[in-house]
């Protein structure tokens, strides 16, 4: 059921992963097409925010910190692993796997590999800054909005 409370934890958690995809594509080769990346990851975002963050919200202000930080790390975790299956299907239209295994394999193998890319100190902490900050505003908007 849409609250307040899911829309700004949506919505923010949306804003931190442009923020955060717009910060990690220097970190990758200078001739990477990044196409839609920031947006979808987005859109991962304000998922993540409105069922992962949104759905707990109305505990209290410790706890929104908490909801923050499991968000900012499944939005990590999603993005990896919607990224990393794209680029395995990319993969598999050029026929680099000789059996499904071996595709699954890749899928975490490529999360990994964009993982390691992705140990900034600059992407890491507007992970976790904007993933508490995105917390606590839906607590809050959780109690102002009732």
Known sequence: MPTAARVV??????????????????????????GYFSIVNAGI???????VIGSRVGRGLTAGFNNGLTGAIALTFWCLFVHGSYKM?????????????????????????????????NVIAILLIGGVITG???????RLWK
């Not at 993969?91 to 899928?107: G, P, Q």
Request: proline share 1%.
């Open 9 to 34: 934890a949506g919505v923010l958690l949306a804003i931190v992963a442009f923020v955060a995809s717009e910060a990690f594509k220097p970190l990758m080769h200078e001739n990477t097409n990044f």
């Open 45 to 51: 975002g304000l998922l993540v925010g409105w069922i």
């Open 89 to 121: 299907v990319e993969d598999s239209f050029d026929r680099r796997f000789t059996d499904m295994l071996e595709a699954i394999a890749s899928i975490f193998e490529r999360m990994l590999e964009y993982g390691m890319i992705m140990l900034d100190v």
């Open 136 to 142: 606590v505003l839906a607590e809050i908007a959780s």
